[in-house]
């Protein structure tokens, strides 16, 4: 039989699945409580199936007749339309809606539906996007006593930039003390940040870690305090290369290393936020430092190329 | 006799043909697939344009072996590496499961850019394929973030400092750059919310873009037809009769209006 729209076939009327039904119930209760039961279930859930599918497969082995639609044609017959009067009133212009009812009802759908999209979407996505740029200060880290530091020296300080994220915030920075200047302890700490894409540099020269010292800080954190004695900084990644100030001498960095801000607390050194540096000047604590806000890798921040990045998130 | 056993069994045809029948009568499926199985190719296609089948089959099965992986993942930075360990080394089968999707994401690449340089060398961008190639294209950059995004979950040294210079490199976009990079990261800096971030990238949000793009590009592959081969009569840039039931689409010259 031709599956057909306008002639649905539907299985005829039958009684059979009640007798189904049964013999299943009574198969399913005959497996908890006796085998022959079960049994007479199943002889009786496959009898009945036998007659359903009989009579659900009447339509295909007796074909069914189906009577032609026939309608008596009647006596005065109605005249074909293009001779007759019109079937509605002809309508002027000014009859006709300016706004009916149907353009009001779609552009009521669309605009309502517009609209709730748009409040459960604008909540959604500003969930996905706001967290990323909001609340991004960096925190002050504690990495122990100024005697740690010995004038003169870079070390190696590892600490955790937010201890409340874990391992995954454990960052690196290079620090050497500069000595008193003016009576104020001066430090130069670079971040092991390269300036080209990200990748952690690593001192030129020999890294003491034997004279490996772990601090216990006040924050409760430890922080690692490595001695070296590095001629510059190199980058594994794309070779970037930079002197002991941090200055790009070689490679494609663009700038210098970033710098730590800090202040001594009770004796102890505090790193603060980080900032980015053109250029430094000199050394130690008479460096002339060209600071500018921080920005991410492979951002210029002078010349033509700093055009480029007119804003910058908040960090 | 003859006749009343062909009977028989044209009603044994009719009473297996049943359950496909009701299906069909209520949903047009089985004409669907069967206008999608059969339709018309030109004569002589041959390897080459199996190449679009082979990276959808590709895709399948970094979408089965994902799903898989899923199950056994932990994305958070202080078990994903532990779980991926897991996986390689003690659930059952996990070696094969993790190798097939992690080279399967390769051969998913390699066999998008084999599928372009096929249509590309057929001239089978042409007219009226050209919006295939563009949707084509997206289906090849998201594809590419996928594997970025992808790229991020092991957690082991290559995949967290692949994915530093990655973002940084999104970072160096002019102007909205270094808002992009941050919006990856989720944060000034990668933490902990990065790596979940990355997860729910590759597991939910790219995959229902390049699966609704694949749909895309099928309806079209399927309403446009199999371009035929260029050194054929009817190969591209010939004179091509009106795509059927469509003569609005057919050009001026096709239609002989401009000479």
Known sequence: MEPSHDQPHVPGPSLWPIGFALGIACVLVGLIVSWPAAAVGAVIAVACAYFWIRDAARGYRTPVVHEPESRAVAAGAA???????PALPVMEDEEIERFPRNVFLEGATLGLGG???GLVTVPAVGFMVAPAFVRQHAKS??????TDFPEGQYVIATFLRDPSQGEVSRRTAYVRNNGVVTGRPSFTIISNRCAHLGCPVQPNGPVF???????????????TIIPMQPAGFGCPCHGGQYDTEGNRIAGPPVRSLDRYDYEIKNGHLVLLGTYSVAHVDGTGSGAKIRRYGLAGPGEHITGPEAWFYPLQPPH | MATRRTTRSQRLIQVANYPLDWLEERSGLVGGVKYFLFRKVPADIGWYHTLGSATLTAFLVQVVTGVI???YYHPDPNSAYESIQHITNDVTLGW???GMHRWGASVFI???FFHMARVFLFGAYKYPRELNWIIGVLLL?????EGFTGYLLPWDQTAYWASVVGININGTAPFLGPFLAQFLRGGAEIGPDTIARFYALHMLAIPGALIALIGLHLYLVIRLGVSPNPWTKRGAGAEREPVPGRSGLTRPSARGVTK
């Open chain 2, 69 to 71: 992986l899923a199950m």
């Open chain 1, 115 to 117: 609209l709730i999209g």
């Open chain 2, 96 to 98: 094969l499961v993790r």
């Open chain 2, 110 to 112: 390699i066999l998008m």
């Open chain 2, 141 to 145: 950059a998201t594809g590419m973030f």
């Open chain 1, 79 to 85: 005249p074909p339309a293009s001779a007759g009067e």
């Open chain 1, 141 to 146: 880290v504690d990495v122990g006593p100024l």
């Open chain 1, 209 to 223: 870690d034997a004279k490996k010292n772990v601090v216990q800080t006040t924050q409760g954190e430890q922080v």
